[in-house]
């Protein structure tokens, strides 16, 4: 447990570490500074993508444009379960009692 608990304050020690070094010298145009973005540019970047069950690494406007329709279509509403709205006996305008206390100063007692 002892054990645990020293390298578990022995990481926490580098990870600051590493912060404070960032902090120092992340800012300015160093080798340090270059690294990091570089190894971070390499860490985000996507080469391929899976579209339809093939893997693609054409042109970043094809793998955009399948993005793009992949969430058109996983968003896309089908309105077949909405209920139809059959409704005969719609009033179109409300009655001027009604908007009078629609109308009305909110009261906390009824």
Not at 27 to 37: G, L, S, W
Not at 47 to 57: A, H
Not at 92 to 108: K, M, N
């Amino acid at each position: 447990m002892q054990y645990e608990e020293t390298a578990r304050n022995e990481e926490i020690h580098w990870r600051q570490r590493s912060r404070i070094q960032w902090i120092k010298n992340g800012d300015k145009n160093t080798k340090f500074f270059h690294r990091m973005a570089t190894s971070h540019k390499r860490n985000n970047t996507m080469i391929s993508f899976m579209i339809n069950g093939e893997v693609s690494s054409d042109h970043p406007v094809v793998i955009r444009n399948a993005i793009v329709d992949f969430y058109e279509i996983l968003y896309k509403e089908s309105e077949s379960w909405r209920p139809p709205l059959n409704i005969l006996d719609v009033q179109t305008t409300i009655a001027e009692e009604e908007q009078t206390l629609l109308s009305r100063d909110f009261e906390g007692e009824v």
